[in-house]
């Protein structure tokens, strides 16, 4: 059963476990998909009943980061831990290698998701990178068809929240992938385009810090983070 944080069911699992799953979802017959919210996107997902139904809709969903743990922890239904985004791409990439399979990398601005291939491949030697696609485009059909004809086994779709979510739930299919995981600005990371906080500050809960004195233009998006720990406390009260 999922841990429900404001409206969004998390599945409690540890990264281990996550990548595991995912691993399953990628044997499994027809498409799959994950989605990785933070509380910015449960925020989101408050106000925008698309975006909820959307990530709620996933067939993995997990806490990208401190604040859900911290929010479901508060709510007296703790989760495991954290599950960033971009760590349960890596461990799916791991695994992924060694079993040969293929991924598309689709988002981000024109030249990173090709570039981050480059990389992701060189590191990941049994991965084959059947394609990349970057996240500016017009028309979905001409992308479907680039997916569906590299033939790749997973996509990682980083268009942004909800616009990946809702990506994936209307054209997952389509493309013929077994799974699709929406990552956010993991390509950009993946690419070296953006920088990761260093472990001190993630181990001490703290990467949103380090990415607000990274990029400050991101401090209107953030206030999102103290307001979703105030609605976690009305919502803690009223239960
Ligand atoms: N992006 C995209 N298409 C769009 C809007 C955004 O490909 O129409 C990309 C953007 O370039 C970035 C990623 O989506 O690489 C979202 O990054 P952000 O830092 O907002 O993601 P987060 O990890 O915070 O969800």
Redesign the pocket.
Known sequence: MRINVLGVGFDNLTMEEAVERGMELLHSPGTHTVATP?P??VEVCRENLAARQAVNGADLVLPDGIGVVKGAKMLGTPLKEKVPGIEFASGLMERMAAEGRSLYLL???PG?AESAGEKLAAKYPGLTIAGTH???FQEDGPVIEDIRQSGADCVFV????P?QELWMAKHGEATGARLLCGL?????VFAGVVERAPKFWSDHGLEWFYRLCKEPRRAGRMMKLPLFLVHVQKEKRRR
Request: charged share 25%; proline share 0%.
């Open positions: 933070n910015e996107i988002g981000a601005k990173v970057d996240g500016y980083c268009l942004g929240a616009k956010g600005g993991s390509l950009d």
